[in-house]
């Protein structure tokens, strides 16, 4: 069964950096990952999209980590990495990963994470 696991949440001063991790285990699945992200939830808020890296490598962020946040694939290694640099408490949510998947017969499907808390302090 496919799973995907978040680390490297936690408590961090505004201005701080963190770094995030998500791993893919297939599970014995044939699959094919179309692309992996981060989202976020703060709360009382909605879950919005962070950063995204597709297969080809191309990168998409949201406005307001643009500049401050990096996201990098290691296909080899099924995983994502995002590096969050000058974090703000408006940054202080639950990170979930989601990985795009296409299965044996190209359909495609996601999986999430359970997420990773990450608390910016002021």
């Known amino acids: 069964q496919v799973k995907v696991m978040e680390s490297g949440g936690g408590l961090v001063q505004a201005g701080g950096s963190l770094g995030l991790s998500c791993s893919l285990s297939p599970g014995g699945s044939r699959v094919r990952i179309e692309s992996m992200s981060w989202y976020r939830q703060a709360p009382g808020k909605q879950r919005e999209m962070v950063a995204l890296?597709?297969?080809?490598?191309?990168?998409n962020y949201t406005d307001s980590v643009k500049g401050r946040f990096t996201v990098s694939r290691d296909g080899a290694a099924n995983t994502v990495e995002l590096q969050m640099n000058s974090l703000t408490p408006n940054d202080t949510g639950v990170y979930y990963c989601n990985v795009g998947l296409r299965d044996s017969t190209d359909w495609p499907y996601s999986r999430w994470g359970r997420g990773t808390q990450v608390t910016v302090s002021s």
């Open positions: 890296i597709s297969s080809t490598g191309t990168t």
